[in-house]
């Protein structure tokens, strides 16, 4: 919300999507910070999330999984990010 016009780069304020959106990294959930549009972009979403602070650093960076759920879809399981 507000809505887009499909073919349409998206306006400015920042549309937030209207499915809840959620996202655990390392299978602990993190905090969703923003979940929309990129404006400017034409069908791009943007999902911002804040790592979960019972992850902890480590002296070598190990990859974790990320899982996004937007409404009933889920993410691929082959999703890494690297944790130092």
Request: no cysteine.
């Amino acid at each position: 919300t507000p809505p887009g016009l499909a073919g349409h780069a998206a306006p400015t304020p920042h549309p937030r999507l209207t499915l809840p959106a959620s996202v655990t990294i390392d299978n602990q959930t993190a905090t969703v910070l923003f979940a929309g549009e990129v404006p400017g972009f034409t069908g791009l979403v943007q999902v911002n999330a804040q790592l979960p602070s019972s992850i902890t650093a480590a002296a070598v960076p190990r990859p974790v999984p990320v899982t996004l759920r937007v409404g009933s879809r889920t993410s691929r399981a082959s999703v890494l990010v690297w944790v130092r």
